[in-house]
């Protein structure tokens, strides 16, 4: 069984015994044998604040919701938000801890805002001059085969901070390596590693607990395919919010899913089969209604290609139901269109573009990593 970075706090007992410690956390934040990561570092040190990213410390609001600062009701701990009106901690949220801990289980998708918030704790941890510690956890879908388009200043939000791939295939210590690069950062930052982790795991081959790592990433294949059926969030299109199935759900009211299902195998996406199928959303989008669209089942993970799914999943609803389809704009960033914070640039909804264009956009992007410079922040083989 893998062990994460909680479950390797003895071995690192100097980095917190009699120290004042901060912890950025939720639901995800769990040992191996499923003990909450906030009660093993209040064994360890002198917990004195939480920080409650999206969704919360105890992983009870929906996404997008905002959170305000409260009383961890059963430990009696101050929670700080970093989601909300600010989504970093304040000077004074720091003032008196000598660590700021970071334990959250990511999706490996550049779109996940835990990240930024990460990056944000990171930066402010930086600001008051304390140690950053990140426990380290899987990356769920591997840590191999980055996969991405570039991200433009244009387009930046705390959907996309950063120019890495969607699929960055990188640990959530090793994303933080990168990150402090990135920023520059002068910060005392220590990675506490996993052992019994190699690249090539996906996350239910680690012996270890799936807990969802949002209340719509409810199982693995939601996280395999969130990179590419996370972009019709940006559309007037269900990506599944309120069904069982988020993001392998794919519908809407006007869809025909026998004709988008012959479209899409012309493409011959490999490890997938594209069931037409009808949904009534309880929540979001559509909710009460029933949509036709498709389900997406995974036959052979190893050979899924999330990014292209989705891109050919989309132009091709698009072009179908093109009196009906239309692009949406953003709930909780800034800018005008949500396609565009989750790809990095216009191009999905310019009106000439084909499958092949974005196609070979991601094929140069991707090649900007083939030197091997994603190697130098891997711990792990």
Not at 28 to 42: C, F, K, P, Y
Not at 290 to 319: E, F, N, Q, W, Y
Request: glycine share 8%; proline share 5%.
């Amino acid at each position: 069984m893998t062990a994460t970075g909680i479950d390797r706090i003895g071995e690192y007992a100097r980095l917190f015994k009699g120290r004042r410690t901060g912890l950025l956390t939720n639901p995800t934040g769990i040992t191996s044998t499923g003990e909450s990561s906030l009660d093993v570092l209040a064994r360890h040190s002198d917990l004195v604040a939480l920080f409650a990213p999206e969704h919360g410390v105890r992983g009870d609001r929906q996404d997008g919701a905002q959170i305000v600062d409260y009383v961890d009701e059963r430990t009696g701990i101050p929670v700080h938000s970093v989601y909300g009106e600010r989504r970093e901690p304040r000077d004074e949220d720091l003032r008196g801890l000598d660590v700021l801990c970071y334990d959250i289980q990511d999706v490996g998708s550049r779109f996940y805002t835990f990240i930024y918030s990460m990056a944000n704790a990171m930066k402010a941890a930086s600001r008051a001059g304390i140690t950053f510690v990140v426990f380290d956890r899987p990356d769920p879908i591997t840590g191999l085969h980055p996969q991405g388009s570039a991200m433009t200043d244009s387009c930046r939000s705390f959907v996309g901070m950063y120019d890495i791939p969607q699929r960055y295939s990188l640990t959530i210590g090793e994303l933080a390596m990168l990150v402090r690069d990135m920023e520059n950062l002068d910060v005392d930052l220590q990675v506490i590693p996993m052992a019994g982790w190699s690249r090539d795991m996906f996350y239910d081959q680690t012996g270890l607990v799936w807990v969802a790592p949002s209340p719509n990433i409810p199982v693995l294949d939601a996280a395999i395919l969130y990179n590419g059926t996370c972009f019709f969030e940006g559309t007037n299109m269900s990506e599944g919010r309120g069904t069982t199935h988020p993001f392998e759900n794919i519908g809407a009211p006007f869809v025909d899913p026998y004709r988008w299902a012959a479209e899409i195998a012309e493409y011959g996406l490999e490890g997938l089969f594209f069931r037409p199928c009808s949904f009534i959303p309880m929540y979001s989008k559509y909710s009460g209604q029933v949509c036709h669209g498709l389900h997406v089942h995974i036959t052979d993970r190893t050979k899924v290609d999330p990014l292209r799914t989705g891109i050919v999943m989309l132009l091709s609803a698009r072009r179908l139901f093109a009196d009906e389809f239309r692009f949406t704009s953003p709930k909780h960033e800034t800018g005008d269109w949500t396609v565009d914070l989750f790809y990095g640039s216009p191009l999905l909804r310019d009106d000439e573009v084909t499958v092949e264009n974005v196609f070979e956009d991601i094929s140069s992007y991707g090649r900007r990593y083939e030197d091997g410079i994603w190697r130098d922040y891997w711990l792990y083989s």
